[in-house]
């Protein structure tokens, strides 16, 4: 019997993992996909091996690439880009760490306080996550983003916008700045050349500059695991729960397994109530089927996968909200094209932001070339000049919005990817029940029944059209006053890159799956941390920093509630994942 048994060691499930290891309680940790322990020998830098969704070794799917990979039904133009694997899609992820905006939580009594997702609002005051958010900062830890050219160009734009520059964590209002972002900042030689030769671990430290952030940060060339440059959790809270037993008093490593896949939760009535007892899992590669019991169960699989294993399991969903309310951040596309070189894709991926409260916020991201030529192409326009539906026909781009393509792709594309910049649009999206996670009606898979993710994208919320029409425009002028000679407006069909809520946390029983403890309503000691557990869509801002707060929450609460132990957050000081101490703890471990 394990005191607790996490599953999924993507974003979230690493965060309750270490919190509870470094408390001493016997944790074990259960991840789908593979673990890439030496990345160096595993990785390169090639787009298609990395990010072929299909063959790619971040792909959903089991560590053996000759098996296929874990299909999910997109009953609409979309894609939903969630990796398996240590680290899960955190392994891809850019690292930006702003927190969920103040207007997103109980309580909150701005002038604005009306214009957010006012149905669906985080069940206590932003007040009371601000030490979680602190205690992640300084853990991973979060540091002012390394900046180049491209930055340069954003905020040349974002000064036309009549904004101010933000200076505090906290979201104040509309404003713009560089990223808050988990990525070590360049030290010794990083950053200050491209020659190989110069660029390997001690001489070089944090971020070298290389852009291949979405291929899997292993730089700087010899630094130990938690010494890589970008904070995905695979180089943060995974060495840290691995290694537990020497950098915390009284700490205890956890037990990784991988390609383990959890294909059932167990529950039992207990003294009449509904228990969770364990788990059974799958491993990928023999097929043999394990038992596992704990006292406490974490489901950290993500916003897809947690409903299916829900549903899977046979649970009971009394008031139909398991899976839904799946909210995406309605994201759009501006592409800028400029005379001059931007440094688009060059460093790191993206290194400023402008927060726009209550509608949203934009980022700059720079992308390499096939990734470029993708995100180009999701429309939901249909093909500029050729047909489209109708909608982004005028705004201050050049019109209609759609995918580019023919001539108008030769001259946007003459000066190469140098030469432009790239504007995501994040949407504060509104809670909607019918954006869900349900099961499959094609044919299951080896681990059961399959999910089905359903957006009714024309049908959004208005609030949630015009804070993404509201959005682009300004996305647009900023382009425009940064000088871009001709602007695009793609209209991105859904692309998952963030995602939330599809297991929610809640004030009302009517319309949410987890208690304000993270705990499951229908089944007691089953909790939920990961984005699925967030409330809402925080506003806009990217959601990681705000679920592995919320998770450090939930691990308080979990230790205070079934182990006895006190909350530490407020007593504590937390150790940072860079310590020496877990390096040479992962040097020992072969790590
Ligand atoms: C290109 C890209 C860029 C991004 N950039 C940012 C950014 O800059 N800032 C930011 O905040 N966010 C960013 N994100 C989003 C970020 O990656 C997610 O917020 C984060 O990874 C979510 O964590 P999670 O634990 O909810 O899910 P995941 O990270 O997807 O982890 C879930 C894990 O659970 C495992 N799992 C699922 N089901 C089971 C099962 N049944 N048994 C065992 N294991 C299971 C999966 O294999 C996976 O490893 C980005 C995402 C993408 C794709």
């Not at 990979?69 to 392994?91: C, D």
């Amino acid at each position: 019997m394990r005191d607790v048994i996490v599953i999924g060691a993507g974003g979230g499930g690493p965060v309750v993992a270490k919190e509870l290891a470094a408390k001493g309680l016997d944790v074990l940790l259960l991840e789908a996909g593979p673990r890439h322990a030496k990345p160096r020998d595993e990785w390169t830098t090639f787009e298609d091996d990395a990010n072929n969704p299909l063959t790619g070794y971040f792909r959903p799917g089991p560590s053996d690439r000759s098996k296929p990979a874990w299909f999910r039904e997109w009953p609409q133009n979309s894609f939903v880009w969630q990796l398996s694997g240590v680290g899960g899609t955190t392994q891809h992820f850019y690292g930006n760490y702003p927190r969920a905006y103040p207007g997103v939580f109980q309580g909150y009594d701005g002038a604005d306080r009306n214009e957010y997702d006012v149905n669906h609002r985080f069940p206590f005051t932003y007040a009371e996550m601000v030490p979680y958010f602190e205690w992640v900062e300084a853990t991973m830890p979060v540091m002012t983003a390394a900046m180049g050219h491209k930055e340069q160009t954003f905020f040349r734009g974002a000064e036309t916008l009549g904004l101010p520059v933000q200076t505090t964590k906290t979201t104040l209002g509309p404003s713009y700045r560089p990223q808050e972002n988990a990525i070590l900042q360049p030290g010794g030689t990083a950053g200050k050349t491209s020659d190989k030769n110069l660029l390997n671990y001690p001489q070089a430290t944090g971020c070298t500059f290389c852009g291949y952030c979405f291929q899997g940060c292993m730089r700087p060339n010899g630094a130990p695991r938690n010494q890589f440059a970008k904070r995905s959790t695979d180089n943060s809270y995974v060495p840290m729960a691995l290694t537990a037993n020497v950098w915390a008093r009284g700490g205890r490593p956890i037990e990784l397994i991988t390609d383990a896949y959890v294909t059932r939760v167990h529950a039992e009535r207990r003294h009449g109530v509904l228990t969770a007892t364990g788990v059974t899992w799958r491993d990928n590669n023999s097929g043999a089927e394990h038992r596992e019991d704990a006292r406490v169960v974490v489901m950290s699989g993500g916003c897809t996968e947690n409903p299916r294993l829900w549903f899977n399991s046979g649970l009971p969903n009394p008031n139909g909200w398991v899976g839904r309310g799946y909210t995406d951040h309605f994201f759009d596309w501006l592409i800028g094209s400029f005379d001059d070189s931007t440094g688009n894709p060059k460093g790191v991926g993206s290194s400023a932001r402008l927060d726009f409260p209550p509608y949203g916020g934009l980022e700059n991201v720079g992308l390499p070339p096939a990734l470029s030529a993708f995100a180009g192409t999701l429309s939901d326009s249909g093909i500029r000049g050729q047909y489209g539906n109708g909608r982004g026909k005028t705004g201050p781009w050049d019109g209609p919005a759609g995918r580019v393509m023919g001539p108008e792709l030769k001259e946007l594309m003459a000066g190469g990817i140098d030469k432009l910049m790239t504007v995501l649009v994040i949407t504060d999206d509104d809670v909607e029940p019918d954006n869900r996670v349900t099961l499959s009606a094609l044919p299951a898979d080896e681990n059961g029944p399959i999910p089905k993710v359903t957006f009714k994208h024309r049908q959004r919320t208005a609030r949630t059209v015009r804070n993404r029409e509201f959005m682009a425009r300004k996305a647009a002028e900023l382009l425009r006053g940064a000088g871009a000679k001709k602007v695009y407006r793609i209209d991105w069909a859904p692309l998952i890159l963030h995602v939330q809520s599809s297991m929610r946390m809640g004030a009302s029983e009517q319309n949410s799956v987890v208690n304000p403890r993270g705990e499951t309503r229908a089944v007691k000691r089953l909790f939920v941390a990961d984005n699925s557990a967030l409330s809402n869509a925080l506003g806009g801002p990217n959601p990681t920093l705000t679920s592995q707060a919320l998770a450090t929450r939930t691990a308080e609460k979990i230790f205070a509630t079934y182990f006895g132990g006190d909350p530490w957050v407020r007593s504590e000081s937390p150790v940072v994942s860079t310590d020496p101490r877990v390096s040479v703890r992962l040097g020992q471990l072969g790590l």
